[in-house]
């Protein structure tokens, strides 16, 4: 069973920069969309970015676009999110996923409806 494992939250001013990480153990996710989705407290669940198996095609959400990248490394079995330019509405868990299907990680599909969910990384921004 796959389980995947996200570092790299953290408490930063805005203005500033995180890089998150996802690492999946227990298999490979070659085959797999991989993304990001967040959540904050009163929220519903927001899609940030999405990569297709291969790397050569990404999404973003709207209000993450031009300051946020996606990245993906399959012979390391990880993905990254490099985000820069961090406001205080950036402030939430975000969560790596997988699925087959990149539509069910651009569509914020519930953590039951995707392949594999992992449990969280808080990012805080601070006004």
């Known amino acids: 069973q796959v389980q995947l494992d996200e570092s790299g939250g953290g408490f930063v001013q805005a203005g500033g920069s995180l890089r998150l990480s996802c690492a999946a153990s227990?298999?490979?996710?070659?085959?797999?969309?991989m993304g990001w989705l967040r959540q904050a407290p009163g929220k519903k669940r927001e899609f940030v970015a999405a990569i297709d198996s291969t790397g050569s095609t990404k999404f973003y959400g709207d209000s993450v676009k031009g300051r946020f990248t996606i990245s993906r490394d399959n012979a390391k079995s990880t993905a990254h999110l490099e985000m820069n330019f961090l406001e205080p509405g950036d402030t939430a868990v975000y969560h790596c996923a997988a699925d087959y299907a990149l539509g069910a990680l651009r569509g914020a599909f519930a953590p039951n409806e995707l392949r594999f969910w992992g449990q969280g990384t808080q990012v805080t921004v601070s006004s």
């Open positions: 227990g298999g490979t996710l070659r085959n797999y969309a």
